[in-house]
């Protein structure tokens, strides 16, 4: 079974300062992940996943397969980064999986 | 394209009506997904549907829940009757193919009384 977890429902930082979401994962196999953001009353929608490698908004995250991590990092907090993060992964082999999500976690920039 | 369009985008009802939420993906897309978020839970996987076939329903909670694609533009999400843990922001989303982002749409927000 594949499993998602995302240990801080709620983290607070202030504007200037570093962030790191964390997630952790189960999966028997070679997972791909990614992380999916949602910002105030706007749809989920794609952050980053692990195979294209870019930084996107200042964000990056590696994939770490002997901790199972794949932890969101950025080295300095904007206040338009105050959103839901979710972490996902998506089982290997080409079949028509489904996402399993993290519980998110709220990531509040304060200014 | 307009994206994954979902309606409708709120619903408020009472114990034991009937409700319908539809979804209509993006063109083209041949993977469609039904998912409900919590607070307590966050996101939950429902079903979803390759080539408009149900693949894995494991997640639909009860018989009280169904689902259905009858054309690769509809799906629709029913329950009957629905109760007060219903609930939720229901979310439909689709992918093509197996390149793994998925599209989100804006949402259906249900809450039963």
């Known amino acids: 079974a594949q499993r998602v977890t995302q240990p801080e429902k709620l983290l607070s930082v202030f504007k200037g300062a570093p962030v790191e979401l964390k997630c952790n994962y189960s999966?028997?196999?070679?997972?791909?992940l990614f992380w999916y953001v949602q910002y105030s009353r706007q749809r989920l929608q794609l952050l980053l996943r692990h195979i294209s490698r870019e930084s996107i908004k200042g964000f990056t995250a590696d994939l770490n397969k002997g901790e199972t991590s794949f932890h969101l990092k950025k080295p300095f907090a904007q206040e338009e980064d105050s959103a839901m993060y979710y972490c996902?992964?998506?089982?290997?082999?080409?079949?028509?999986?489904?996402?399993?999500f993290g519980k998110g976690t709220h990531l509040i920039i304060q200014p | 394209d307009a994206g994954v369009i979902q309606s409708p985008r709120h619903e408020v009802t009472e114990m034991g009506q009937e409700v319908t939420l539809r979804c209509k993906p993006i063109?083209?897309?041949?993977?469609l997904f039904w998912y409900r978020q919590t607070m307590m839970r966050g996101l939950e996987l429902l079903i979803y549907?390759?080539?408009?076939?149900?693949?894995?329903d494991s997640g639909m909670p009860e018989d009280r829940f169904s689902a259905k694609m009858p054309n690769a533009s509809f799906s629709t999400l029913k329950i009957q009757p629905s109760e007060p843990r219903d609930s939720a922001v229901y979310f439909c989303?689709?992918?093509?193919?197996?390149?793994?982002?998925?599209?989100f749409g804006e949402g259906s927000r249900l809450t039963v009384l």
């Open positions: 996902a992964l998506s089982g290997a082999g080409g079949g028509a999986d489904g996402l399993t």
């Open positions: 999966y028997s196999g070679s997972p791909e």
């Open positions: 549907f390759n080539n408009n076939v149900p693949i894995d």
């Open positions: 989303a689709s992918r093509k193919d197996h390149t793994g982002e998925l599209f």
């Open positions: 063109s083209g897309h041949n993977s």
